[in-house]
């Protein structure tokens, strides 16, 4: 355990993730969010210990981490918080049926998501756990034959929006893996790498991804808010049964960068 300002913090695992706890959700100066920024590049995935907060005070801590994504009206959405973006398996309270494959928000757009934040306001009875898994070491632990091949792969996504499947982080410097297993189109090579070798590539990540010592399952405690950097960070949701229900609240940083010019 270690404190730093009056934030207290416990690691998850030796490199990823760590728990933060004593946060006054109601008064982070501006020591606190220098902090929070730190820790969220140090650890990549931070678990803040809170309360369920109101759509408004979601805003308010979010925005400790830069401007937020807005989006378009939906029936289920808060119309006064456009910020918020809501799924549930209960479909008068937000998108159904979403995210449950391995991803990066915002992979679809040029300038993609950079970090994300999760709070779940109705905690189903069993299950609903959500999967975040390091993609740092994702690409450390490919083969070095891989290596090679994967930092000539380019994904396509709809609208033929392009990413590299290896991009270097622009703050930290460390190369990671990107891709969203569910919305990409296409992934060619721009060194004519044969498809078997990038079938090949891609399945390996994918055995990566799940391994127990990259991989975290997040079970969800009431007031959990959970900041991911995208860009090191991998998620999925799991299901749950038809007979409870799982509500989560959604917002993101709005990217100002293409990944190609990290």
């Not at 501006?30 to 979601?58: C, F, M």
């Not at 450390?140 to 090679?148: A, G, S």
């Not at 891609?202 to 991989?215: G, Q, S």
């Amino acid at each position: 355990m270690e404190t730093i300002s009056k934030i207290t913090q416990t690691k998850l695992y030796e490199d990823f993730g760590t728990i933060i706890e004593n946060l006054n959700i109601d008064d982070i100066d501006k020591k606190e969010t220098i902090d929070l920024k730190a820790l969220l590049q140090k650890h990549q995935l931070l678990i803040v210990k809170s309360r369920t907060l109101t759509p408004k005070e979601q805003v308010v801590f979010s925005k400790k981490f830069g401007e937020l994504e807005t989006f378009p009206f939906y029936p289920t959405q808060f119309k006064d918080y456009p910020e918020i973006f809501r799924l549930s398996t209960d479909i008068k309270k937000g998108h159904k049926n979403v995210g449950f494959y391995w991803h990066q928000d915002g992979s679809f757009d040029i300038k993609p998501t950079p970090i994300s934040i999760f709070h779940l306001i109705k905690i189903p009875k069993s299950g609903g756990e959500t999967l975040f898994s390091n993609a740092y070491k994702v690409y450390d632990l490919l083969p070095e034959e891989m290596k090679t091949i994967a930092e000539h792969l380019k994904t396509v996504h709809a609208g033929g929006i392009k990413h590299d499947l290896v991009i270097t982080h622009p703050i930290t410097g460390k190369k990671a893996i990107y891709i969203n297993f569910g919305l990409t189109h296409q992934i060619y090579s721009i060194n004519n790498s044969k498809k078997e070798d990038i079938r090949a590539v891609i399945d390996e990540i994918e055995r990566i991804i799940n391994l127990p010592d990259v991989m975290y399952a997040h079970s969800w405690e009431e007031g959990d808010i959970v900041v991911i950097d995208n860009y090191s960070v991998f998620h999925q949701a799991t299901r749950v049964n038809d007979d409870t229900e799982r509500t989560l609240h959604r917002t993101t940083i709005k990217g100002s960068n293409t990944l190609n010019d990290l």
